[in-house]
């Protein structure tokens, strides 16, 4: 199959929707596909330009609203993680542009059964919507759990996230002695970022709570194997890759019932809250970092991905 995969900027972006682009795109072209990959910047018109006569057009949503009002390819298919107008909050006006330029494009592939139930309630047709959730490394490497307590956040400083809530309910638990390492971008949301900074000084907590940025893939692993809880209190996730890895990592897991998230986390390994219920969220911490923290953990051995060749090939068979 030919193929020409267009995202917005550099694929190789530490995101959940960059990181799957780019683990697909691999895995196609290890399966010997002719892939060419278009990490889109500039004018649309030359990006379209550059599309052979017997590829099939694959774009990321991100890049979509770029090519409002041009002519695409009979062969045009959508990547959709979620809807641009969930992104923070619900955008009515977002949600109704996409759907109209969804209209246009004959295959969508879903990142989870989530996400194609919101882009049946903004009007897009559910014939034409496929569901291929993100692969999942399979993790045999031991765990190194530090002495002390570890929670782990992995997620982008970005309003969505909530990680304001998550400080919250980590300061409920003073008495405990936790620790907690907060990896993600803080480059994408200033100005959020600058709001989670002032909460954790507000709440005394910048001796405890970590932020460590973005980190290389061995040292994120690393930071899996070492924490004992990983919590993240996201308002919406279109799938939450970081929830699959930290239960592959036999991380027993905190978060929010939002999105495709309680499709993720089954309960016998994880306790979600309602979003922004940051007591609830403690609670839930409590229980983690205690005795009942030790059989989550083992219930989330015992669940199993789907890894990314399977996925991919998958992904190959929506678009025929």
Not at 45 to 59: K, M, N, Q, Y
Not at 120 to 132: C, D, L, P, Q, W
Not at 245 to 270: Q, Y
Request: charged share 25%; net charge positive; with cysteine.
């Amino acid at each position: 199959m030919k193929l020409r995969l267009v995202v917005p900027g550099k694929i190789d972006q530490a995101t959940g929707g960059y990181r799957y682009a780019a683990a697909m795109l691999r895995e196609w072209r290890h399966a010997g596909h002719l892939v060419a990959l278009d990490e889109f910047a500039g004018d649309p018109r030359a990006c379209l330009g550059r599309v052979a006569p017997d590829e099939i057009l694959l774009v990321d949503g991100l890049a979509l609203p770029a090519f409002d009002g041009l002519h695409l390819p009979a062969r045009t298919a959508a990547l959709i993680h979620h809807p641009l107008g969930l992104e923070n909050g619900i955008d009515l006006q977002k949600l109704a542009d996409e759907a109209a330029r969804l209209a246009r494009i004959a295959t969508i592939v879903a990142t989870s059964a989530a996400t194609k139930r919101d882009l049946e309630a903004m009007g897009v047709a559910s014939a034409k919507i496929a569901v291929v959730e993100p692969g999942t490394a399979a993790t045999r490497t031991p765990l190194v759990r530090r002495a002390r307590p570890t929670v782990l956040c992995v997620a982008t400083l970005t309003l969505r996230k909530d990680h304001v809530t998550l400080l919250r309910a980590l300061a409920k638990l003073r008495g405990l002695g936790w620790r907690a390492d907060f990896v993600g971008s803080a480059q994408r949301d200033p100005a959020c970022a600058r709001r989670i900074r002032a909460e954790r000084g507000r709440l005394k907590l910048a001796g405890r709570v970590r932020l460590a940025g973005e980190c290389a893939a061995d040292d994120l692993a690393r930071l899996y194997r070492q924490a004992h809880v990983f919590a993240l209190a996201s308002l919406h996730e279109g799938y939450g890759m970081a929830y699959a890895e930290a239960l592959a990592h036999r991380l027993p897991v905190a978060g929010v019932r939002a999105g495709a998230v309680p499709g993720v986390v089954p309960a016998r390994a994880g306790i979600l809250v309602r979003p922004r219920d940051a007591a609830g969220l403690a609670t839930a911490l409590r229980r983690l970092l205690g005795v009942a923290g030790k059989r989550y953990a083992r219930n989330a051995a015992g669940l199993r991905f789907p890894d990314w060749p399977t996925q991919a090939e998958r992904f190959l068979r929506c678009l025929a």
